[in-house]
């Protein structure tokens, strides 16, 4: 009986496991492990297994690994992580992946998930560690994926080693690093004329070596393939599945490694023992997650109770509340009240959006509840979707729709974008209102009687300069793609329920920017020699919509620096160093000092000076007067925090000078500039710290 073959004994160490199972696969069995689709091995009764699944916020049926039915009709369909970034909780993270994980093993356990391993795309600091939950997740797609049209033509891009190291690989580095994830995705693309999936740099030095992923590492579906047949990167099939593994390549996803790893071996491209170091990698995670454990292993009787639980649809609302950013609220437009506000014209085409709420890499929701439905609950509603689609092609419907507003004694138009505007393999154009639904807001806040509130549903940013110029236009919101529970957010918000408390993860450009920013530059620093105007809060320095970080609420917060230091002492590890003011005119390098000591403390009091109790972020943001190449500010800590109306809170906030005030020079190694640093608290408080060198 197998059972009882050590690999299948749960007191012997991971290691032996699975170097006892290795050695008692053949070649051929081996290979078959290498894909998504794994083989089984009846003689040892493995059985066979998909690793491709999604669950980029809820279960998925994206990909083979997932189906729903019988038993599991659905699964709890959190909102978009965009907005759920604009949360700036990072605790609503942790709570979103254990629902996400126990679902996932529920529905594993009762056979209608095929997978062992969640490819989870939640770029976010901290990632569900492997021994939490039931499941590990895949951290996706390293790196400067561009999008799936570009593939074969511009996905190529060039990047500095000083934008690598202190913008692109920092979320990924962070996943690994401090969230601990069990896998990473490397993506189609070349960066700097290698492809990501056969760069031995990025995956073998940087990821495992650098990074000590404790892990697998997985192509992008048909990433091997794509090198080989679209980047001509490779002449032959063999000579690709060997640069990838060799590179540290564990996974495909996809039957490239399946059909071309033997015969890469027998040409003496490969060796057994580089396939089995890939397979090691892929039982450890497999090993630690139970799967060769028997029904002992304690996540086995999650079942059908627990999927769309209670606890988790109150979640999955709760994390469209907390998300929501109000971005305009003129005249106290809102909230709106039941009293004076009895009858509510809903219109515009993302009105009774349902599929929409919930974004791309999305399963079957428990159920929803779209904005009309939300917002129905409160008062009497006249809905009008005033042009069919977001494409809004033509005004035919416009009449209605100012009919409608004429009335009602409140509007609420929820435009924006769904996925035939902006998904994978569609790349948005402008960033304007697509078709005529900027004429549709402009004709309905005419004619409407009272307030009127314009709600944008997209993932990204939206040039809604013209709402925010129009006097009959009180209030906007941005909602992302708000989950199954969407429309109940929404209401909610409007009607003051739930007090706004999100914040923009991202800059609100002008359409006239898309003209100054090439798709293919990744250059994140401005270069006005060039007329280029550099990318994100960090480096822009020109007009904006609405900028990064903002967020309005119905009540006001004041903030106060109670304690902070004013000098950091920055201890240098040689004599030699210390002495050189050419090195340190140049900063510190990070690796030439002790970090552990370099973590300071800011106490600071958020007080709620308004009539409401809220929910406030708090952001301290850095910068420095290192030169041209340093960023205008930088995030480097955020606190989100409830104060009650009239009382006030003390947060504490961590600044690591290795990590928040360092930066990269042109050559990739992260410095710390000696010299003043200015920490932004909010917008209230600007606190000035110097870094000074000493020695041991």
């Known amino acids: 009986m197998t059972e009882n073959l050590p690999f299948c004994q749960v007191s012997l160490h991971i290691r032996d496991r699975v170097k006892d199972l290795i050695g008692r696969l053949t070649l051929q069995e081996k290979i078959r492990s290498l894909v998504d689709n794994a083989a089984p091995v009846e003689r040892l009764g493995i059985k066979g297994y998909e690793w491709w699944s999604e669950a980029l916020h809820g279960i998925s049926d994206f990909g083979p690994g997932t189906k729903f039915g019988g038993e599991f009709p ?13 949360s700036f909780n990072a605790s609503l993270w942790e709570a979103i992946g254990q629902v996400v994980s126990d679902e996932a093993r529920a529905m594993y356990n009762g056979g209608l998930a095929g997978s062992n391993i969640l490819e989870s ?47 692109y690989n920092v979320p990924f580095k962070a996943c690994v690093v401090e969230g601990r994830v069990a896998s990473v995705m490397c993506s189609y693309n070349e960066v700097n004329g290698k492809p990501s999936c056969a760069d031995p740099n990025l995956l073998r030095d940087t990821i495992r070596g650098q990074w000590h992923l404790n892990g697998y ?35 495909d996803c996809g039957p490239f490694l399946g059909i071309y790893t033997e015969s890469a071996l027998r040409s003496g491209k490969l060796t057994e023992s580089d396939v089995n170091t890939a397979l090691s990698n892929l039982l450890t995670v497999q090993m ?11 996540y086995g009787y999650l079942g059908p109770r627990d999927v769309c639980t209670p606890a988790h649809l109150q979640l999955t609302l709760e994390a469209a509340r907390q998300g929501i950013v109000l971005l305009q ?30 974004g791309n890499y999305a399963g079957d929701a428990c159920g929803y509840t779209t904005p009309l439905q939300g917002i129905a ?63 549709l807001v402009s004709r309905v806040a005419k004619a409407s009687r009272g307030p009127v509130v314009l709600v944008v549903m997209s993932g990204g940013p939206v040039d809604v300069t013209f709402a925010k110029n129009d006097p009959m236009i009180g209030a906007i919101l941005w909602v992302g793609y708000p989950g199954q529970a969407g429309g109940t957010a929404m209401a909610d918000v409007l009607f003051g329920t739930t007090n706004p ?122 910068s420095s007067s290192g030169g041209k190449q340093v960023s205008e500010k930088q995030l480097v800590a955020f606190e989100k925090v409830h104060v009650v109306a009239g009382s006030r809170k003390r947060v504490v906030v961590d600044i690591d000078a290795c990590k928040h005030l360092s930066m990269a020079d042109k050559n990739g190694i992260r410095r710390i500039p000696l010299g003043l640093h200015n920490l932004h608290i909010g917008d209230d408080i600007k606190h000035t710290i110097s870094l000074v060198a000493s020695s041991f």
């Open 74 to 86: 659905g699964a709890t369909s959190f909102p978009q992580v965009i907005l759920t970034a604009a």
């Open 121 to 167: 795309k939640w770029h976010r600091r901290r990632k569900q560690a492997e021994g939490r939950r039931p499941a590990a997740n895949t951290t996706l797609h390293m790196i400067l994926n561009l999008g799936m049209v570009l593939i074969v033509s511009i996905s190529m891009p060039r990047v500095s080693k000083q934008d690598l190291e202190d913008t």
């Open 217 to 251: 590492i997985v192509s992008d579906c048909d990433s091997v393939e794509v090198m080989f047949k679209d980047h001509h990167y490779t002449s032959t099939p063999e000579d690709a599945v060997a640069a990838a593994i060799k590179a540290g390549l564990d996974l």
């Open 288 to 298: 630690r997650l139970g799967m060769f454990d028997g029904p002992r292993q304690p």
């Open 329 to 358: 609220n003129r005249g106290r437009s809102l909230p709106l009240s039941t009293r004076r506000h009895r009858t509510i014209a809903v219109i515009g085409p993302n009105s009774d959006a349902s599929v929409t709420m919930i």
């Open 377 to 439: 609950r409160y008062a009497k509603t006249i809905h009008q979707v005033g042009c069919n689609g977001v494409a809004c092609n033509d005004s035919r419907q416009f009449g209605m729709a100012e009919g409608a507003a004429r009335q009602a004694d409140a509007t609420v138009l929820v435009v924006g974008l769904d996925q035939s505007i902006e998904a994978e393999e569609k790349d948005r154009v402008g960033l304007l209102l697509p078709g005529h639904q900027q004429e």
């Open 501 to 622: 408390g999100g914040n923009l993860p991202m800059t609100w450009y002008p359409q006239d920017y898309v003209s100054k920013v090439s798709m293919t530059s990744m250059d994140m620093r401005a270069n006005p020699s060039k007329g280029y105007p550099g990318r994100t809060y960090r480096f822009y320095k020109g007009p904006v919509v609405f900028p990064f970080g903002f967020g309005l609420s119905y009540t006001s917060f004041r903030s106060t620096l109670a304690d902070a230091p004013t000098t950091i002492s920055i201890p240098l590890t040689t004599l030699k160093t210390f002495k050189n003011s050419t090195m340190l005119s140049h900063g510190v390098r990070v690796t030439h000092t002790k970090c552990d000591p370099l973590i300071t403390r800011l106490h600071i009091d958020v007080e709620n000076v308004g009539d409401m109790d809220g929910t406030h972020t708090l952001m301290v943001f850095a």
